[in-house]
């Protein structure tokens, strides 16, 4: 129903917007294919609409045209809904809708505009929530591809939008999905890329209480991971080379972990993190001291 | 709500990584120790049949580590039993007796109940040693090393391989 209306107002807005002449003569003259697939657009017979939209664009007479455009864009829109939305992650379709719009918004085609500025608000908005899903499925590669995207089009719909906030998020998911895998895959490849993005949100924001925390908690569960792996048989010359490198990663776990603390001194998952360092480096004093912090925040 | 979406992700991930138990890392270190010992020192004869009795006073989260090392390892051909004592009143025979720090206090205890057998008596308090100790775990930059005396090994007859005295901190 939805879609019918949309049809008839995109007519109307053709009719009142300069192209009555070219769409009432379509009654008397041969139609071109651009208009074809209009006309198959109309009647939703979306595989003869694609069929004549491929033609209009190999046709250099009207493929750069803005009606030729946007009904180009409307089809693969409505592809992408009918066949890909939710299915491929990756869709052709909606990369074809895209780039049509972003050609009709690049020429200035006053008429299309807003048609054009709907569809990559919507596509665009597609490729956020895909990327969303695809990271949560550690997809990581083409979540970050699909980021890209979102904000190249959104860029192109809102040139006034900062990616700022948006980056800092994505990247501490992107983070944390590393984590994840790691702890699932036991990959050390994943835990450097879970480290260093850490690193790199650090690097933009020192005072985010969750990167600090999260960085340290990774530098403190390799060093458990390695000694909770050491069979009990292990020669001592190598325990004491894994124990001063154990060591190392609990020092490099500490400033991070202490700067969480300064940042929130009431967060538990701190203080516990905090303790289990402490407690890990045989320093009881400052363990107690923790432990007890912990134990005053539990009779609050 | 993108955003939201964002942050429920973020928050379903943070909050599986931290249901994680803590792990005792000192004394996963602590037992490792105590398997080498039982490679690197000699008890008598009379000590080599039987099971490989490891006797530990009170409670300490080392019991858990030692019984799951008793699992899977062997001294020798023999098997080793972890048997927790309640006070060092009840110390019987066995071939290593761990005492730990909250029971120092005890050490003449067992020190007398151990008269004449070949027990390896390891502790975990600074000076116990020079009370009787063969063998003391201490702290050292943050490092678990551990204090060995030879008098107290030759008075229990028990030999020490010089692997083991290379690493340790050889107090007499």
């Given at each position: 129903m939805?879609?019918?209306?949309?049809?008839i107002?995109?007519?109307v807005?053709?009719?009142?917007?300069?192209?009555?002449?070219?769409v009432?003569?379509d009654?008397?003259?041969k139609?071109?294919?651009?208009q074809?697939a209009?006309?198959?657009?109309?009647?939703?017979?979306l595989?003869?609409?694609?069929?004549?939209?491929?033609?209009?664009?190999e046709?250099?007479?009207?493929?750069?045209k803005?009606?030729?455009?946007?009904?180009?864009?409307?089809?693969?829109?409505?592809?992408?809904?009918?066949?890909?939305k939710?299915?491929?992650?990756?869709?052709?379709?909606?990369?074809?809708?895209?780039?049509?719009?972003?050609?009709?918004?690049?020429?200035k085609?006053?008429?299309?505009l807003?048609?054009?500025?709907?569809?990559?608000?919507?596509?665009a908005?597609?490729?956020?929530?895909?990327?969303?899903?695809?990271?949560?499925?550690?997809?990581?590669?083409?979540?970050k591809?699909?980021?890209?995207?979102?904000?190249?089009y959104?860029?192109?719909?809102?040139?006034?939008t900062?990616?700022?906030e948006?980056?800092?998020?994505?990247k501490?998911?992107?983070?944390?999905?590393?984590?994840?895998m790691?702890?699932?895959?036991?990959?050390?490849?994943?835990?450097?890329?879970?480290?260093?993005?850490y690193?790199?949100?650090?690097?933009?924001?020192?005072?985010?209480?969750?990167?600090?925390y999260?960085l340290?908690?990774?530098?403190?569960?390799e060093?458990?991971?390695?000694i909770?792996n050491?069979?009990?048989?292990?020669?001592?010359?190598?325990l004491?080379?894994?124990?001063?490198?154990?060591?190392?990663?609990f020092k490099q776990?500490?400033?991070?972990?202490k700067?969480?603390?300064?940042l929130?001194?009431?967060?538990?998952?701190?203080?516990?993190?905090l303790?289990?360092?402490y407690?890990?480096?045989?320093?009881?004093?400052?363990?107690e001291?923790?432990?007890?912090?912990?134990?005053?925040?539990g009779?609050e | 709500?993108?955003?939201l979406?964002f942050?429920?992700?973020?928050?379903?991930?943070?909050?599986?990584?931290e249901?994680?138990?803590?792990f005792?890392?000192n004394?996963?270190?602590?037992?490792?120790?105590m398997?080498?010992?039982t490679?690197?020192?000699n008890?008598?004869?009379?000590?080599?049949?039987?099971?490989?009795v490891v006797?530990v006073?009170?409670?300490?989260?080392?019991?858990?580590?030692?019984?799951?090392?008793?699992?899977?390892?062997?001294?020798g051909?023999q098997?080793?039993?972890?048997?927790?004592?309640?006070?060092?009143?009840?110390i019987?025979?066995?071939?290593?007796?761990?005492?730990?720090?909250?029971?120092?206090?005890k050490?003449q205890?067992?020190?007398?109940?151990?008269?004449?057998?070949?027990?390896?008596?390891v502790?975990e308090k600074?000076?116990?040693?020079?009370?009787?100790?063969?063998?003391?775990?201490?702290?050292?930059?943050?490092?678990?090393?551990?204090?060995?005396?030879?008098?107290?090994?030759?008075?229990?007859?028990?030999?020490?391989?010089t692997n083991?005295?290379?690493?340790?901190?050889?107090?007499?």
């Amino acid at each position: 129903m939805l879609r019918k209306l949309s049809y008839i107002l995109f007519l109307v807005l053709l009719i009142s917007t300069g192209k009555a002449q070219e769409v009432s003569s379509d009654f008397f003259q041969k139609k071109d294919n651009a208009q074809l697939a209009h006309a198959a657009l109309k009647e939703q017979k979306l595989d003869d609409a694609k069929k004549y939209i491929d033609l209009a664009s190999e046709d250099p007479e009207i493929k750069d045209k803005g009606f030729t455009l946007i009904v180009r864009s409307t089809i693969y829109k409505d592809l992408y809904k009918l066949d890909e939305k939710g299915v491929n992650r990756n869709s052709p379709c909606r990369i074809e809708a895209l780039n049509s719009a972003q050609k009709v918004v690049e020429k200035k085609e006053v008429d299309f505009l807003d048609n054009a500025n709907k569809i990559i608000k919507y596509l665009a908005q597609t490729l956020y929530n895909d990327a969303a899903t695809m990271l949560n499925s550690g997809d990581v590669e083409n979540a970050k591809s699909n980021y890209a995207l979102y904000k190249k089009y959104w860029a192109i719909y809102d040139p006034t939008t900062n990616f700022k906030e948006k980056d800092f998020q994505f990247k501490l998911v992107e983070a944390s999905v590393y984590t994840k895998m790691y702890e699932q895959q036991g990959n050390k490849e994943l835990l450097s890329l879970a480290q260093k993005t850490y690193r790199e949100i650090l690097a933009e924001d020192s005072l985010d209480v969750s990167a600090n925390y999260h960085l340290g908690i990774l530098y403190y569960n390799e060093a458990v991971a390695m000694i909770n792996n050491m069979d009990y048989d292990v020669d001592l010359v190598k325990l004491s080379e894994q124990q001063d490198f154990c060591i190392s990663l609990f020092k490099q776990a500490l400033p991070y972990m202490k700067k969480a603390y300064t940042l929130n001194p009431t967060r538990k998952e701190t203080l516990i993190g905090l303790s289990g360092i402490y407690f890990s480096l045989n320093d009881t004093e400052k363990f107690e001291l923790y432990k007890h912090k912990i134990e005053e925040l539990g009779e609050e | 709500m993108k955003k939201l979406l964002f942050i429920l992700i973020a928050l379903s991930l943070f909050s599986a990584e931290e249901k994680k138990d803590p792990f005792d890392t000192n004394s996963r270190i602590k037992a490792i120790f105590m398997f080498n010992f039982t490679r690197y020192i000699n008890w008598p004869e009379n000590y080599n049949s039987g099971d490989f009795v490891v006797g530990v006073v009170g409670e300490t989260p080392l019991l858990s580590e030692l019984v799951k090392m008793a699992e899977t390892k062997k001294v020798g051909n023999q098997p080793i039993r972890v048997t927790q004592f309640g006070s060092t009143n009840d110390i019987t025979d066995c071939h290593l007796l761990f005492l730990p720090e909250e029971q120092a206090d005890k050490m003449q205890t067992a020190i007398t109940k151990l008269k004449g057998k070949s027990t390896l008596i390891v502790t975990e308090k600074k000076g116990l040693v020079s009370q009787g100790a063969s063998i003391n775990f201490v702290i050292i930059d943050n490092k678990q090393k551990f204090e060995l005396s030879k008098n107290n090994l030759k008075q229990r007859s028990l030999q020490v391989h010089t692997n083991l005295e290379t690493l340790a901190i050889v107090v007499d």
